[in-house]
């Protein structure tokens, strides 16, 4: 199946931080809104962003009424809905957006999970990931959470 | 990493006007208490607990989180594994 997806700050944030850049290329299509290319172009660029195939696109996010989203989020939702695409994100409020608007969503963690699906990581690695995830990065997620996340890798 | 740490320590206890002594106790409190949330949560998670009990000891917005977190950990390792 192919796969299409749009990323806010969030996941291309995380992912960088635990040299994991690389499993966004899971995805066929990869869509970063200019918004979120220089949010993230704030904290530095990550040097294997340049390594990946994606495209930046403008986003009008004015269409997006979440005032609770930063500009960034709403644009890539604004995309996501638009193109019928996947949104990438790690916050918890712009998932619900997206939910409400019926636009399917998913974060960094669900990245690994695909990328031990498609056979890019085997199961050691996608759960030492997960596990980096919660310790390296800013993401603020449960141990307990991860944890559970890795058991169902398991029992699959 | 232990240099580190001393640097920090120090730099708290200037800082503050604390003895060292006393913010390695207040590090130790905080940390104490984030493996405490970390064991309750896990144990919550894991149906060892029940809700309740889980509310009680680490308080309702950490277990709210907790169910939260769970339902999209959940949601994305399935439709990472099914997509």
């Known amino acids: 199946m192919t796969l299409a997806a749009v990323s806010d ?8 931080e ?10 066929d299509t990869l869509l970063v809104p200019e918004t979120v ?4 172009e704030t904290g530095g660029v990550p040097d294997r962003l340049a390594d990946l195939s994606y495209e930046l696109v403008e986003a009008d996010e004015s269409r997006i009424g979440a005032e609770e989203l930063d500009a960034g989020e709403r644009a890539a939702l604004a995309i996501a809905d638009e193109r019928g695409i996947v949104l990438l994100t790690d916050d918890l409020a712009a998932r619900e957006a997206a939910s409400d608007a019926d636009v399917e969503v998913h974060g960094s963690i669900g990245i690994i999970a695909l990328s031990y699906g498609r056979g890019l990581l085997d199961r050691d690695e ?9 310790h390296e990065t800013s993401l603020f997620v449960t141990e307990a959470v991860v944890e559970r996340g890795i058991r169902i890798l398991d029992e699959q | 990493m232990a240099a580190e740490i001393s640097d920090r320590v120090r730099e708290i206890a200037e800082a503050r006007g604390l003895p060292e002594s006393e913010v ?3 590090a130790l409190e905080r940390g104490l208490e984030d493996l405490w949330e970390d064991l309750v949560l896990a144990q919550y998670l894991d149906g060892k607990l029940d809700r ?6 680490v308080g309702r917005t950490k ?3 907790a169910d939260r977190e769970r339902e999209v950990v959940e949601e994305d ?3 990472g594994l099914n997509a």
């Open chain 2, 63 to 65: 277990v709210e989180r």
């Open chain 1, 9 to 16: 700050a969030g996941p291309l944030i995380h992912l960088a």
């Open chain 2, 77 to 79: 390792v399935d439709w």
């Open chain 2, 24 to 26: 390695f106790e207040r």
């Open chain 1, 126 to 134: 996608s759960a030492s990931r997960m596990r980096a995830l919660q």
């Open chain 1, 18 to 27: 635990i040299d994991s850049l690389e499993l966004l290329s899971t995805f």
């Open chain 1, 37 to 40: 290319y220089r949010e993230v």
């Open chain 2, 52 to 57: 309740e009990e889980a509310v009680e000891r």
